[in-house]
């Protein structure tokens, strides 16, 4: 049963930082890409930053370029997304979502033009992350 637990989420003030973490099981982690989203109050969902496998490839979300850094540990099966200089608009669920990455002609499919919009295949619950004075 693959399982996604995010945690970490917490009220922070503007310029604070905080780390999220999700621990994931029931998939062979190794071969898939992890992702973080996140859902504002009364708005859609938003992609923030993604990381792939083998040589762990990094995207990220304009909004978030610069002053987040997401990270994977294979031994641990977990994925992290360290969150600096936060904002009032990073205010959201934050859920953590994994996708086996697929390959064309040996070649990842996974690139900075598909990693925001693919159907990740697994989700977690969401940790709330708050951002204010």
């Not at 370029?65 to 997304?81: E, H, M, P, Q």
């Not at 086996?100 to 969401?126: C, F, H, M």
Request: charge should be neutral; charged fraction near 20%; proline fraction near 3%.
């Amino acid at each position: 049963q693959v399982q996604l637990v995010e945690s970490g989420g917490d009220l922070a003030q503007p310029g604070g930082s905080l780390r999220l973490s999700c621990a994931t099981s029931g998939f062979t982690f190794e071969y898939y890409a992890l992702a973080w989203f996140r859902q504002a109050p009364g708005r859609g969902r938003e992609a923030v930053a993604c990381i792939g496998n083998n040589d762990n490839p990094t995207y990220y979300s304009d909004s978030v370029k610069g002053r987040f850094t997401i990270s994977r540990d294979n031994a641990k099966r977990t994925v992290y997304l360290q969150m600096n200089d936060l904002k009032p608009e990073d205010t959201g669920v934050y859920y953590c979502a994994a996708d086996r990455v697929k390959y064309s002609y040996g070649v990842s499919t996974l690139n900075s033009a598909t990693w925001s919009t693919i159907d990740y295949e697994a989700w977690g619950q969401g940790t709330q992350v708050t951002v204010s004075s």
